[in-house]
């Protein structure tokens, strides 16, 4: 090539910006030794070879045409356009958070939690103030408050769940032009979706639930501190947050279900996960470790309603297992 | 009323619309004969197919990626250039591409002489 030093540094600085948007490429200036991969092999490698020619023959022809070459490498560079929208074509990324695909479910389920939860999280934390008795302008700035702070997060994270799925590979819906396929989803999948958003929601007003229970509570003790619903050896020994850890994984599994083909390994982790949360609520509750103690005093509940609680939830967790194991094998025969 | 520069921008938007799939067609009927990104860019654009080398660079890798086009990188010239070459699968598709742009065409003109 006989281009002057100036013309090569803003073909390369294009190159480069193109390359620095391709996902896991490393400039071949700072390429690591230990990468085994034959320079044919490596996408980004490929890419800057053959976008480099690209450029050289297009301002080879205008040059050849009679233009200055700074002029003519400035055009060419010009109509390739924004680095970042290029390499998007190369790594075949959509330009869009959401795409239309997905973005209906992303809508339904949003508002479905919006409209349940924050009324729900807004209620309990106006409740709880207004019969400890707090003053009125209290009472209406925390329920603001809190109603406010539970939609951020719910906005924030359906979103980043979208955003995941839009971007996540071997998707059923794949971004493509309109064909029937993409009129309103069978009955039975718009009801199995209504199935999810139920779950969805009443996950999630649990774990709101739990979360809140050691603040939030109908008793107090002598100085006025609530006392939890659930025993404080749970966030003792952080057991609670490995819970909600599950639970948030059981969510991620049915909408991995959803969205995702059916393979064996989806399966087989997502039924583990299924199981996972009723058997630690099982050992929980045949150890006595889920409600308070101190609670069940100061509410003057009988020992019985323990025992019973501790029953109901083991014999739930019980039926819980085996149904999610019967679903498994059900879906899987069904492949 | 719409000014005629409203007008432009309509009648742009929708021939790009129009003329989106044909792309793909013409670079699989082309790329019977092998050729790299730039001289397939100028062939289309001669034959009155202008595309955008933004468009054309991704797409041609794309191809690739599902196995409609293969491609061989040839270092014999000065300037190492990456060959791209219609596949049997891509000959295959090309082919039923060409017969809906055929009934289309037929459609198309029916409706015209109906009219």
Known sequence: MTTTATTDTLTDRYVAAVLRHLPGSRRSGS???????????RPDIDIERELRASIADAVDDRVEAGADRAEAEFAVLTELGDPARLAAGYADRPLQLIGPALYLDYTRLLTALLVTIVPAVAVAVGLVKGLRGAGALDLIGETLGAALTTAAHLVCWTTLLFVTIERAAGRRTPARRWTPDALPEPPTRRARYGELIIYTVAMVLFTTLILLSPVISTETDAHGAPIGVFAPWLW????????????????AVAYAKHYARWSVPLAVAGTLVEIACPIALLWLAAGDRVLNPGFTQAAAWPQ?????INTALIVVSALTIVFAVIDGIARATRR | MWHVHDDDELLATHLQEL???????????????????????????????????????????????????TSDWNTEESRPRKFYRTSDRGAALAAALSRDWDELDTVLRSLKGAS
């Open chain 1, 31 to 41: 390429r690591r030794p230990e990468d085994q991969r034959s320079e044919d092999q």
């Open chain 1, 304 to 308: 019985s309603a323990t025992t019973w």
């Open chain 2, 19 to 69: 003329r989106r799939g044909t792309v793909v067609l013409a670079c699989l009927l082309m790329l019977d004969r092998p050729d790299y990104g730039y001289a397939l860019l100028d062939r289309l654009t001669r034959a009155g197919l202008a595309v955008d080398a933004n468009t054309l660079y991704p797409l041609l890798r794309r191809l690739e990626k599902q196995g409609l086009v």
């Open chain 1, 236 to 251: 003792q020994t952080g057991f609670v947050y490995a819970f909600i850890a599950l639970v948030t994984l059981n969510l």
